[in-house]
C-alpha cells in the first residue's frame, strides 16, 4: 500500500511538472494486487491436479458394448 508521505511526494513532483500548486492537483493512486511465481506455481499444480482427478473414464467401444450386451442374455 501506499503511505500517506509517498502521496504527497507524488502530488508534489505532479504539481511542479505541471507549473501548478499541489493543492491544485487531485490525485487518485490505484492499487493493483500482484502475485509472486511461487503462488502461481502452486496454483498451476493445483489445477492440474484438481483437472486429472476429474478426467473422466474412456467409454466403452461399440464392440465391447455389443459383448456386454450379448453375455447379458
Same mark, same amino acid.
Given at each position: 500500500?501506499? &503511505?500517506?508521505?509517498? &502521496? &504527497? ?16 492537483v487531485?490525485?487518485q ?5 500482484t ?8 496454483? %498451476?499444480? %493445483?489445477? &492440474? ?25
Amino acid at each position: 500500500m501506499y &503511505k500517506v508521505q509517498d &502521496k &504527497k511526494e507524488y502530488r508534489q513532483l505532479i504539481a511542479s511538472r505541471l507549473n501548478r500548486s499541489p493543492e491544485s492537483v487531485n490525485l487518485q493512486l490505484i492499487e493493483i494486487p500482484t502475485a509472486s511465481d511461487d503462488i502461481i506455481a502452486d496454483l %498451476a499444480v %493445483a489445477i &492440474k491436479s484438481q483437472q486429472h482427478e476429474q478426467t473422466p473414464e474412456r467409454p466403452p467401444t461399440v464392440s465391447e458394448t455389443q459383448t456386454i450386451f450379448l453375455n447379458s442374455t
